[in-house]
């Protein structure tokens, strides 16, 4: 059984403004309007013989994974939810327990929820031609052929020729400077550290429990007491916070005499920055990568993506500008490596725009803080059919509610009643209530709070449906 093992954890932070921390890339349409890089990497899966995906991700993302995956076709998603980050060593651990427990003989197969391969064709027969070094015991990783001296990748260095495509790890180097990447390129030799593998899942634990008993015995120890929520698998908090956190590269693959490394051409690419989703996007005559209500005078070489409002550039070169609805990025493409210092800096500040945009999704739809001032705060609130908010209240707000279209079902203290368009309900301070949209459109409404602190942490909850507490 070949199981795809889809590591979804990561904030992307050289992707800001665009990737935040509660929303980070994997979750975002970055390459393709219509799919996010969690749904390629799930659609390029389509025509292999696999199993259904298990996907790792951090707990505060657990419903934008599993609403994505519903999206993508996968009605009844595995997804394995880490309480805190402990890096790819582990998280592949949970999926190998998990997998050596419904079938000793499984074969995982191991990608990042966040890189973009254009050729599918491709990767598909390059996974099947790797496939039988891996059931033959080996632990194959997938080295990309490079295409230019690069330096922000890590290399491998390629040995003896196994059987088939593969051959023997002769070592794994660090990123380069450029000189030593051009002699690596035109050696030959070396490949790009794709940080993809194919692997049985019991040889791979066999190998941790040789090199790093340490992280497997957390795991382990982790997985035996989850809980299984909807569906997500909910690991132990506290032997899964004990864990080193290590990478897979250091824990084993580095260590192992079974590491066998197999050639990918197929046009893939790691979105690490936005140089890098520069020279992957469609450009016009003069090199611009355009995306949203743009227009460029005498510019080149630059990538704009406006969001929500027109942007314009005139007489610049090889610039990023970046709009959302909260903040604007202008970096020089030769910077952009530095983007994850600014968002650094607004951590430090004690600012917000590191976590989230304006817009937040949460499982029963998405709101919109539109306005903010001394003691208001005004939202745009989107409730899917049939989605409920939980059952709750707040200490230090009222919150009054104009529903724009469709039909709320509120429960206000001792009542439940029905408010359609153009009617409103207020909800008191320390009154418990609740919202669910009882009908087959979505529910719309204008939400405005007053009150002394209007803290998403000002929220007690009595009741949820989605498991939710707090």
């Not at 980050?85 to 998990?98: F, H, S, V």
Request: glycine letters at 8%; proline letters at 4%.
């Amino acid at each position: 059984m070949l199981v795809p093992v889809i590591l979804a954890g990561g904030t992307g932070s050289r992707l800001w403004p665009l990737s935040r921390q509660l929303n980070p890339k994997q979750f975002l349409a970055l390459t393709d309007e219509r799919a996010t890089m969690l749904q390629q990497t799930v659609s390029r899966l389509k025509g292999l013989k696999v199993d259904a995906p298990v996907v790792i991700c951090n707990e505060e993302h657990r419903f934008l994974a599993a609403e994505q995956l519903r999206l993508a076709g996968e009605d009844g998603p595995r997804i394995i939810l880490e309480p805190v980050g402990r890096n790819t060593a582990p998280a592949i651990a949970l999926a190998a327990l998990q997998a050596v427990a419904e079938d000793e003989e499984s074969v995982l197969l191991v990608l990042a929820a966040d890189h973009l391969i254009a050729d599918t064709a491709a990767f598909q027969d390059t996974v099947s031609r790797a496939q039988p070094l891996a059931e033959a015991g080996k632990l194959v990783t997938f080295g990309i052929v490079p295409g230019q001296a690069e330096t922000g990748y890590g290399y491998i260095h390629k040995g003896k020729a196994q059987g088939g495509d593969g051959f023997d790890v002769e070592r794994f180097v660090e990123k380069p400077d450029y000189a030593t990447a051009q002699g690596y390129l035109e050696s030959g030799d070396y490949l790009w550290n794709s940080g993809m593998f194919l692997f049985k899942a019991s040889r791979y634990l066999e190998e941790l429990e040789r090199f790093r008993p340490d992280i497997l015995h957390a795991c382990r120890a982790a997985l035996e007491d989850s809980a299984q929520d909807l569906h997500f698998t909910r690991v132990n908090y506290e032997a899964f916070a004990a864990c080193p956190d290590e990478s897979v590269d250091y824990a084993v693959m580095e260590k192992t005499s079974s590491a066998v490394v197999v050639p990918l051409d197929a046009g893939w690419s790691d979105i690490g920055s936005w140089s890098a989703l520069w020279e992957v996007s469609g450009k016009d005559d003069a090199g611009n990568a355009i995306a949203g209500d743009v227009i460029q005078q005498d510019s080149s070489g630059c990538l704009v993506r406006a969001d929500h409002r027109l942007v314009a550039t005139v007489g610049v070169e090889d610039l990023v500008v970046v709009e959302t609805k909260d903040a604007v990025l202008v970096a020089h493409k030769d910077r952009v490596q530095d983007v994850k210092k600014v968002v650094r800096q607004i951590e430090a500040d004690g600012r917000h725009e590191h976590l989230n945009h304006r817009e937040v999704y949460r499982p029963w739809g998405v709101y919109d803080s539109i306005d903010n001032g001394h003691r208001y705060q005004v939202k745009r609130i989107t409730v899917k059919p049939g989605a409920k908010l939980s059952v709750q209240m707040h200490h230090h707000r009222a919150e009054h509610w104009i529903v724009v279209s469709g039909t709320a079902s509120v429960t206000n203290g001792e009542k439940t009643y029905l408010v359609t368009e153009n009617q409103s309900t207020f909800i008191p301070v320390g009154e418990v209530h609740s919202l669910e949209n009882p009908g087959v459109i979505d529910l719309e409404l204008i939400e405005v709070q007053s009150g002394s602190y209007l803290g998403e942490d000002d929220i007690v909850r009595f009741a949820d449906k989605y498991g939710r507490t707090g």
